[in-house]
């Protein structure tokens, strides 16, 4: 079994930055991937970004691309969110979720086995 955790959700004012993390215990194996997910109210959840196991390959969502950088540092299983020029529209929970098993399909969250249980993030205009 394969535990998740996010952290770093906060209130921010618009224009500002935050980094979001997520750790994954349990032995999610080096061959993870690991991806973000935002769901906003009354919104479903939408793919933000993903990274394949080895770092090498990532993916963003067009309404983050140039705002958002995904990184992962697998020595310690955990992945980051790095997110600059916030709007408004980026308040939601974010999710972690890491994909051991099946292919790797970035912004399908059906590909993803485990998830964490989410972390705000509140822009203020």
């Known amino acids: 079994q394969v535990q998740v955790a996010e952290s770093g959700g906060r209130l921010v004012q618009a224009g500002g930055s935050l980094r979001l993390s997520c750790t994954a215990s349990?032995?999610?194996?080096?061959?993870?991937?690991m991806g973000w997910f935002r769901q906003a109210p009354g919104r479903l959840r939408d793919f933000v970004a993903a990274?394949?196991?080895?770092?090498?390959?990532?993916y963003y969502a067009d309404s983050v691309k140039g705002r958002f950088t995904i990184s992962r540092h697998n020595a310690e299983n955990t992945m980051f969110l790095q997110m600059n020029s916030l709007t408004p529209e980026d308040t939601a929970v974010y999710y972690c979720?890491?994909?051991?098993?099946?292919?790797?399909?970035?912004?399908?969250?059906?590909?993803?086995?485990?998830w964490g249980l989410g972390t705000q993030v509140t822009v203020s205009s």
């Open positions: 349990g032995r999610p194996g080096t061959r993870a991937a």
């Open positions: 990274i394949n196991w080895s770092g090498e390959s990532t």
């Open positions: 979720a890491v994909g051991i098993y099946g292919p790797f399909r970035p912004a399908d969250s059906n590909a993803y086995d485990y």
